[in-house]
């Protein structure tokens, strides 16, 4: 006798159910996750391609003006977000004390691990997945050899048929627990490794942006600060 998916669903106890449905959500969770990190990844890896390659002349004439407003037409791309903060900071006198250059480099750097938290958002639940899938399936194992023995004790005899429906159950919740949890670390360890690339970009580019500014010298830098000041005001 052959046992369909149905039929199985059908012979399952009330627990095995709720262990399939969890391995069910936590699957559909780490597959909605994977795919919007894809999708969010490339989006701003595209803007802040196009942002950079718009924005480099005028980054070098201490443009500042023009840049936050590239910037804001690419609001997609960490890159255009990083570059339009620490700019913003470098224009906006905040009563520290610090020099505009120092407390730039020091605002990118905090950007940069903010930036950074945001594109790792939702990995959480992948490890998550990852790590507790195969304990939730076999957990479901557990419970299918549990509904095994009571068929056996129920028939009074240890055939095939009395037991089949138990065994059926425990290996289908092992391999869904196994189905669910080696997509989610696969998926986690590809969006790690991408990420990363990102994160040293993000870092290099803080670096670049510094560099660039503290060429610009004193009087650039000051100028920039004047008049970002008065439009604050007015």
Not at 88 to 96: E, F, H, I, K, W
Request: some cysteine.
């Amino acid at each position: 006798m052959s046992l369909s998916l149905i039929d199985l669903w059908g012979t399952m106890a009330w627990p095995a159910r709720v262990v399939a449905l969890t391995l069910l959500t936590m699957g559909i969770a780490s597959l909605t996750v994977f795919v919007e990190r894809i999708i969010a990844l490339r989006r701003s890896r595209a803007a802040s391609q196009q942002f950079a390659s718009e924005v480099g002349g005028a980054i070098k004439g201490a443009a500042v003006d023009r840049v936050l407003q590239v910037a804001a037409n690419h609001s997609n791309g960490h890159l255009a977000k990083l570059v339009s903060s620490g700019l913003t900071t470098l224009a906006q006198p905040d009563g520290s004390g610090l020099a505009p250059l120092e407390r730039m480099r020091r605002h990118l750097e905090r950007q940069v691990e903010d930036l950074c938290a945001d594109l790792k958002r939702g990995l959480p639940v992948l490890a998550s997945v990852g790590s507790v899938a195969p304990f939730v399936g076999l957990l479901g194992t557990v419970l299918g050899i549990i509904s095994a023995f009571q068929g056996i004790a129920s028939t009074g005899s240890g055939g095939l048929s009395s037991v089949a429906a138990g065994i059926s159950e425990a290996l289908i919740e092992t391999a869904l627990g196994l189905f669910v949890a080696i997509p989610a670390v696969l998926a986690f360890n590809y969006l790690s490794t991408s990420i990363s690339h990102d994160e040293l970009a993000l870092t290099n580019a803080a670096g670049e942006l510094v560099d660039t500014v503290e060429g610009w010298g004193e009087t650039p830098i000051v100028e920039v600060t004047r008049e970002r000041t008065a439009s604050y005001a007015s």
